[in-house]
């Protein structure tokens, strides 16, 4: 299997207990957020999203708490399940330039999670 | 609903050789990005294309290069394989300038350099 998140902080949760995983983003210029889970050998999968102009967004058993002051990001899921097992990244964006368009997502440190059932 | 096609999946390289990534972008989309990740590490960006034309560019290393082409693929060349280059390397790609839910990435290329 893939050895993704060998040495990623790890959290460790009961099945049926509500996860919380924290992210601290790097750049006050931020305005979009992502919260991505990789598993092992796949890509990172899109989970949720918030723009900086909300403080709370909420999707199926997932919520994502944006704390602009303090640049914090929290994720939190609820009911875990095994299959919520996984790698956790936060990620970033910067608004767009007129001259490069695009700007790239930038990751943080991700979490894994593990899931005792 | 077509996500961002990656190829090779597997490459196994030894050192000094040169190796070639693909990536097919989501239909429409005309960015793409290209990250690294290292065992444990997160994704690190690498560089992008917007309309066929770099965008920006991140810690890529002098030894690697890469283009987007007219129907919008993109490749990365790498030359000189070193060991440190063993990773895992993602495309994703966006609409415009637009990160959004159809930001998908691929399932990426496992890079083993021996």
């Known amino acids: 299997g893939e050895s993704v998140g060998l040495h990623l902080p790890t959290l460790s949760v009961q099945e049926g207990d509500n996860s919380i995983i924290n992210c601290a983003y790097s750049n006050s210029a931020s305005d979009y957020f992502i919260w991505y889970k990789q598993e092992s050998g796949k890509g990172p999968q899109f989970i949720i999203d918030i723009r900086s102009n909300m403080d709370k967004r909420q999707g199926q058993r997932v919520t994502v708490l944006l704390n602009k002051t303090v640049k914090h990001l929290s994720l939190q899921i609820a009911a875990t399940q095994p299959g919520d097992s996984a790698v956790y990244f936060c990620?970033?964006?910067?608004?767009?330039?007129?001259?490069?368009?695009?700007?790239?997502?930038?990751f943080g440190k991700g979490t894994r999670l593990s899931v005792i059932a | 609903a077509a996500g961002v096609i990656q190829s090779p999946r597997h490459l196994i390289k030894e050192k000094r050789e040169t190796a070639t990534l693909k990536c097919y972008p989501i239909p429409r989309h005309d960015t793409v990005y290209w990250y690294q990740q290292g065992p444990g590490q997160d994704p690190q960006f690498l560089i992008s294309f917007y309309e066929k034309m770099q965008s920006d560019k991140g810690s890529i290393p002098d030894r690697f290069s890469a283009q987007q082409f007219s129907d919008y693929h993109s490749e990365l060349n790498m030359s000189s394989l070193e060991l440190g280059d063993s990773a895992l390397y993602f495309c994703?790609?966006?609409?415009?300038?637009?990160?959004?839910?159809?930001?998908?990435f691929g399932q990426g290329t496992r890079l083993t350099v021996v």
């Open positions: 994703a790609s966006s609409l415009g300038q637009s990160w959004n839910t159809e930001a998908f």
């Open positions: 990620a970033e964006n910067i608004p767009p330039n007129r001259n490069s368009g695009n700007t790239p997502l930038v």
